[in-house]
């Protein structure tokens, strides 16, 4: 089985940076966390984790927030 690397200080940062964009843009689409999961049929941990920056969400679970919240993903991960 491979390694698993844990991330450097500034992944981390950046990650924590992209969950309070989608929680930035979640609240000013006036929506929940249950909407989002709702719509995106994640697990609702799974989701609050990613708004944390707690894990690194696969590019299918960013365009599923993204078409939920009703936003391009270029708006969730903007540096």
């Known amino acids: ?9 500034q992944i981390m940062e950046r990650r924590r940076r992209i969950g309070e964009q989608i929680q930035a843009a979640r609240l000013h689409a006036n929506l929940t966390q249950q909407d989002i999961v709702q719509r995106t049929g994640m697990d609702r941990s799974a989701y609050q984790d990613i ?8 590019l299918d679970s960013l365009l599923r927030i993204a078409d939920a919240i009703g936003v391009p993903l270029a708006d969730l991960v903007r540096e």
């Open 1 to 9: 089985m491979p390694r698993v690397i844990p991330p450097d200080p």
């Open 51 to 58: 708004e944390h920056g707690r894990s690194s969400p696969l």
